[in-house]
């Protein structure tokens, strides 16, 4: 039996600094929200159109991504269910700076900025919550800079490795053998480089001895080494 998509109320709720606000408070930007749908391939919102407000993911799977003049994309971050995009969330009458685009088939529940105003007004609690997600995803942004200015390919090829096969292990799954269902094009679109320098990147970890690659899988050979070329340790350190 198919299982339904979560409840308005319950994405708010379950979003990190949002579930800090009263269920009364929750409920009347839940009470405000619309479900937005879009195709695989098909824009959530384009970089260049009015702000909006705060989406939250409902199902699929979105990136937020900009793309240069030559063509070549850069994915900031992809968002699954119950994470949110916080880029519209602006009360200057100003644009989206990125795009949202559905990796697959997606739907996502929008608090439209008037919502979040009206009740800000009357509870800043509410503005001090939506303050502090923008925070948070602009450390993160500033990370992704810092990233892709300092460090090479293999480096953030291998910290992207550490982090997925950390999250596998999270979830309680098989962290050493990691599934290849990410495309090559869209790891370099997240690692801010193009295929070929995925492919170079993994055959250099495949030759550093941490990685053993073939055309469905990366299996992780070599925990420590993978660490090492990812965040500069030495082996065994």
């Not at 994470?83 to 997606?106: H, L, N, Q």
């Not at 460090?151 to 309680?172: D, Q």
Request: net charge positive; charged share 30%; aromatic share 4%.
């Amino acid at each position: 039996m198919a299982i339904a998509p979560r409840s308005a109320d319950e994405l708010l709720r379950d979003v990190a600094h949002l579930g800090q606000l009263p269920a009364a408070e929750l409920h009347q930007l839940a009470e405000a929200s619309e479900v937005r749908k879009v195709a695989r391939g098909a824009p959530l919102f384009s970089e260049g159109q009015a702000a909006e407000g705060l989406f939250i993911v409902r199902t699929g799977e979105v990136k937020l991504s900009k793309s240069g003049r030559d063509g070549r994309e850069q994915i900031i971050y992809l968002a699954r269910p119950g994470r949110p995009i916080v880029e519209g969330v602006r009360f200057d009458g100003g644009t989206y700076a990125a795009s949202a685009i559905a990796m697959r088939a997606a739907s996502a529940i929008l608090v439209p900025n008037e919502a979040i105003g009206a009740l800000g007004d009357k509870r800043p609690a509410v503005f001090r919550v939506m303050l502090d997600l923008r925070a948070h995803r602009t450390d993160k942004t500033l990370r992704l800079v810092s990233d892709l200015s300092l460090r090479t390919v293999p480096a953030r090829l291998a910290s992207f490795l550490c982090a997925l096969a950390a999250a596998r292990e999270l979830r309680g799954e098989d962290a050493r053998h990691l599934v290849r269902d990410l495309t090559t094009e869209t790891v370099a679109g997240r690692l801010g480089t193009v295929r070929e320098e995925i492919s170079r990147g993994l055959a250099l970890l495949e030759r550093e001895g941490a990685l053993k690659v073939t055309p469905d899988l990366i299996e992780v050979v070599d925990f420590t080494r993978l660490e090492a070329i990812a965040y500069g340790r030495k082996k065994g350190a």
